[in-house]
């Protein structure tokens, strides 16, 4: 039997077949690889609103990564030291000042409230609501506070002059991606500190697993660092060429279960 692993998996292109579901063979293959005895953890972009029901399903006791990091938490464990990142919010507001007539919507987060710019229909699949509060209204008015995460909706080809914006008033303050393909219209800003491989760092020491023990799996941009830094990157069939060109590993795609192939094979299943 393999020594103790640590295993994070992402979720939508990942572990999840389509945005609301996750294949009965990935949760026996998990819950095989947990009683082994190795250990896993969700690691993923979303808030823990819609990650929750996956965490559930699966059966974890363990730490969560949400926001790609910007939230790190234990819902099992009042000890555990919750590690949250912020964008200052005169930065948000400095951007709807200087350049609002290039930005169509946007939405930020804290913890489970969501501030949303404008109410349109377009951006509401990428929100997930349910369970979390929704403020609607401009952020002058309605966010007081230094949100986990900032999604901006730009207006079709205004991306790369937000984006020039960006690099040229906010260097050293906040990173920002494109998310590419359907969605270049938009653009997620963050904590200069946040991301996937940062918080799987943090992990890792928290159970004590060395970094060759460290399993990551992922799909996209976000998930990059995160792939990087584990000892054993996976990526998936569908993951974007970046993820494939850091990744150790490769797998099938998340449609075609990839993660329980990985597993399987690897642990001898």
């Known amino acids: 039997m393999k020594e103790k692993h640590l295993i994070f998996i992402d979720l939508d292109g990942t572990a999840l077949y389509d945005w609301q579901t996750i294949n009965n063979k990935t949760v026996e293959t998990i819950e095989t690889v947990k009683a082994l005895g190795h250990i896993v953890c969700i690691a993923t972009g979303r808030p823990y609103r ?3 029901v996956f965490y559930d399903k699966l059966g974890l006791k363990t730490p969560i990564i949400n926001y790609n990091g910007a939230l790190i938490h234990h819902p099992y464990n009042e000890k555990f030291d919750e590690i949250t990142r912020e964008i200052n919010l005169n930065y948000i507001l400095k951007v709807f000042n200087d350049i609002g007539n290039l930005i169509e919507n946007a939405f930020c987060e804290y913890y489970e409230d969501i501030y949303l710019y404008k109410a349109n229909d377009d951006i509401m699949p990428l929100i997930h609501p349910e369970g979390g509060k929704l403020i609607i209204g401009d952020f002058k008015d309605t966010l ?15 991306n790369n002059e937000v984006e020039a914006y960006l690099r040229d008033n906010f260097s050293n303050k ?3 991606r494109n998310w590419g393909g359907d969605y270049s219209q938009i653009i997620e800003v963050y904590n200069p500190e946040t991301n996937k491989g940062n918080a799987i760092e943090l992990i890792s020491s928290y159970f004590n697993i060395p970094n060759e023990r460290v399993i990551a799996f992922g799909d996209g941009e976000n998930d990059i660092e995160m792939i990087r830094r584990a000892g054993i990157g996976v990526a998936m069939e569908n993951a974007v060429e970046n993820v494939k060109k850091v990744a150790s590993h490769h797998t099938l795609s998340n449609i075609n ?3 329980a192939h990985f597993l399987k094979q690897y642990f001898k299943l």
Do not use: A, Q, R, W
């Not at 007081?144 to 205004?158: A, E, K, S, V, W």
């Open 144 to 158: 007081h506070l230094n949100p986990n995460g900032f999604i901006l909706m730009t207006y079709p080809n205004t």
């Open 257 to 259: 279960d990839g993660v």
């Open 50 to 52: 819609s990650s929750k």
């Open 174 to 176: 906040i990173e920002f």
